[in-house]
């Protein structure tokens, strides 16, 4: 916009000067040519002006002058080469009248339709008051001609001048913004798990910016330490205590003895689950683990194999390059409980397989078996802490809330559906972290 501006500016004044100067030269050719005419003793006008223009010398060329009598005792004509025995037409003297200076000027047209403009004087030739008007005629046609070129020039070149600059600002804004393109991927590799912070080399305008964050991203570390030290010691506290209760609930034996000791193993199976889900609510606001995927569900697929002898299990990989954002033992957990379930209630196969949704950010594992399955109504209920559907399978009821838990902790979705093996199919989708 602004070369918009300056370029009609530069265009208005350049047409304003060429003007000016235009008529300036009609005005100095008009002096010349009256100062190169006189009167003849008969009373004729007489002269061979020479006004240094080869184009009063050329035919049509829109350069003319002219000289005709006004007054009574003045006779003849005189006019320049270039006009021949064509005439100019005269405006009215009403219509363009003369100024104090008896000069006035006005706008005419060629012979051949160019734009003239015309100066015009009356001038008193000797003492008889022989009074002669003096025309000279500039071709305006080629003032507007250069008027447009420059103009043409000008817009070239400035839009030259403004492509270059774009460019240049282009090149620089980026290059200038490149610290911080390094900065944004630096955080998406924090965020990712390729990295622990962010890198120091950076110009000293953003250093210090990295360097709070660096001290931020340390800080967050030191809490999650904190936290992971704090669940640590209250696990190891109630540790003792609990197995002292089993192993007194096991002394006592009976009824008795049974039920203190499934109800410290359910405790201590909460305790475990709760101080899980800290672990992992403190993980997800820090720093993200990467854990390959397939290297997890192989081994729990040979450990399958090797509990259930008895069942075929299969494991299908369509996605080998799976990245979980989150620690391998979470991971080992959810998928350990759910093909322990599978073992448990399966007739002859499992399946496991893995693969990449359609969305392309996440990834999905599922496991199915050939058991009995599960009624529609009664797979949410599956998933309740406590709640055990079959009595006579020994468990705590708190696998698969484990599961779901773990899964929403980390931004995942877990569903129970029914299975084309006939028993029951266990699906769990996680967001993808790309490498």
Same mark, same amino acid.
């Not at 265009?11 to 060429?18: D, E, L, P, R, V």
């Not at 029914?418 to 769990?428: C, E, H, K, N, V």
């Given at each position: ?55 009063? +010398? ?19 004509? &005189? ?19 003369? %100024? ?7 706008? @005419?047209?060629?012979?051949? #339709? ?21 025309? !000279? ?5 080629? !003032? ?11 817009? +070239? ?9 774009? &460019? ?5 804004? &980026? ?11 630096? &955080? ?41 030290? $704090? ?21 006592? #034996? ?30 997800? %606001? ?6 390959? !995927? ?15 002898? $008895? ?10 390059? @799976?990245?979980? @954002? #989150? ?21 002859? $196969? ?9 969305? %392309? ?43 779901? %838990? ?30």
């Amino acid at each position: 916009m602004a070369l918009v501006v300056v370029a009609t500016l530069i265009g208005s004044i350049y047409k304003q000067a060429s003007e000016r100067n235009f008529e300036r030269l009609l005005w100095a050719h008009l002096y010349n040519l009256v100062g190169s005419v006189s009167v003849s003793d008969n009373g004729d006008l007489q002269g061979r002006p020479e006004l240094g223009e080869i184009r009063y +010398s050329s035919p049509t060329s829109g350069w003319y002058w002219e000289v005709d009598s006004v007054s009574a005792n003045l006779h003849g004509t &005189l006019h320049s080469l270039s006009l021949g025995n064509r005439k100019i037409g005269k405006e009215s003297l009403v219509t363009f009248p003369f %100024d104090s200076s008896f000069k006035r000027t006005y706008p @005419a047209h060629g012979p051949n #339709g160019e734009e003239l403009f015309v100066a015009e004087t009356e001038v008193v030739l000797d003492s008889e008051n022989r009074i002669a008007r003096f025309r !000279v005629m500039g071709n305006l046609s080629e !003032v507007k001609q250069e008027n447009r070129d420059f103009n043409a020039r000008l817009y +070239s070149y400035l839009g030259i001048f403004g492509i270059g600059s774009i &460019l240049i600002n282009a090149a620089v804004i &980026l290059f200038g913004l490149r610290p911080l393109d390094r900065v944004r991927r630096s &955080l998406a590799d924090i965020r990712e798990g390729r990295a622990p912070r962010l890198t120091s080399d950076l110009p000293i305008e953003i250093a210090p910016l990295a360097q709070e964050m660096n001290a931020l991203i340390e800080n967050n570390v030191r809490i999650m330490e904190r936290s992971r030290t $704090q669940v640590g010691n209250l696990a190891h506290s109630l540790k003792t205590p609990l197995t002292v209760l089993m192993n007194e609930g096991r002394a006592l #034996g009976g009824e008795q003895g049974r039920i203190v000791t499934e109800q410290c193993e359910a405790m201590q199976l909460q305790i475990q689950h709760y101080l899980q889900r800290a672990r992992i609510a403190a993980q997800r %606001d820090s720093v993200v683990f990467r854990t390959p !995927v397939t290297p997890v569900l192989e081994r729990i697929d040979r450990v399958t194999k090797k509990l259930n002898p $008895q069942l075929e299990v299969r494991f299908i990989n369509k996605f080998a390059d @799976a990245i979980f @954002a #989150g620690e391998k033992e979470d991971l080992e957990e959810v998928i350990g409980n759910l093909m322990e379930n599978a073992g448990k209630w399966g007739h002859s $196969q499992i399946l496991m397989s893995l693969q990449k949704t359609a969305n %392309d950010t996440e990834f999905m594992i599922t496991i199915e078996d050939d058991g009995p399955g599960l009624a529609a109504d009664k797979m949410a209920e599956a998933m309740q802490r406590g709640r055990r559907i079959d009595e006579t399978k020994p468990g705590t009821g708190l696998g698969l809330a484990i599961v779901q %838990d773990t899964v929403k902790e980390y931004g995942g979705q877990f569903v129970l559906k029914s299975s084309q093996l006939g028993g029951l199919r266990a699906q769990i989708t996680l967001p993808l972290v790309k490498k």
